[in-house]
């Protein structure tokens, strides 16, 4: 099963408000499963209001992360991601980091990341027949809903081997 972790709620059905973090976190993965992390909520099917992620470094190995919700079906708005966000994997993975949030399922508004964001997949094989990626976004690595009234400020680096890197 996918592993969900988030530094206030794994899954947010209802309202977070407010909120900022301030802790170091580091993160490593088996590749076995998927494993989301984000400084906020991991998935979001609610509404995060106004939060702030201030903590100064997230690194994982084999961990997607995001710095306000890794997964988000409602509405994200008026968040600020400060925290430098990293991730590396060796493993047959696709790394995905976005400053906001990793999958955009539902609105983005008025968000902003200042966060350094980093993915890299060291991989030296492709496995046989399949392609391997990188994702990672200032504001979103993968959208499929709305992003309005957002910026990036930070920067946005991807890397891979033997991967297609989408970086924005």
């Known amino acids: 099963e996918d592993v969900h972790v988030g530094l206030f709620v794994a899954k947010n059905n209802g309202v977070v408000k407010g909120c900022s973090t301030n802790a170091k ?31 100064g470094e997230i690194e994982t190995d084999t961990v997607d992360i995001a710095g ?8 994200i708005q008026n968040c600020e991601n400060y925290s430098s966000l990293s991730q590396t994997s060796a493993k047959e993975w696709h790394p995905n980091v976005g400053g906001i949030s990793c999958s955009n399922n539902g609105t983005i508004t008025g968000s902003s990341n200042h966060g350094e964001l980093y993915a ?13 990626y990188v994702f990672i976004g200032g504001i979103c690595c993968n959208n499929y809903k709305e992003i309005l009234s957002c910026e990036n400020t930070g920067d946005v680096t991807g890397k891979g081997k033997v991967s297609l890197v989408y970086a924005a």
């Open 25 to 55: 976190v580091e993160l490593s993965n088996s590749g076995a499963t998927n494993v989301y992390y984000s400084n906020i909520a991991c998935v979001n099917d609610g509404t995060i209001d106004s939060c702030i992620s201030n903590i």
């Open 120 to 132: 890299e997949s060291t991989l030296e094989t492709a496995p046989a027949g399949s392609s391997m």
């Open 68 to 75: 306000i919700a890794c997964i988000n079906n409602g509405t």
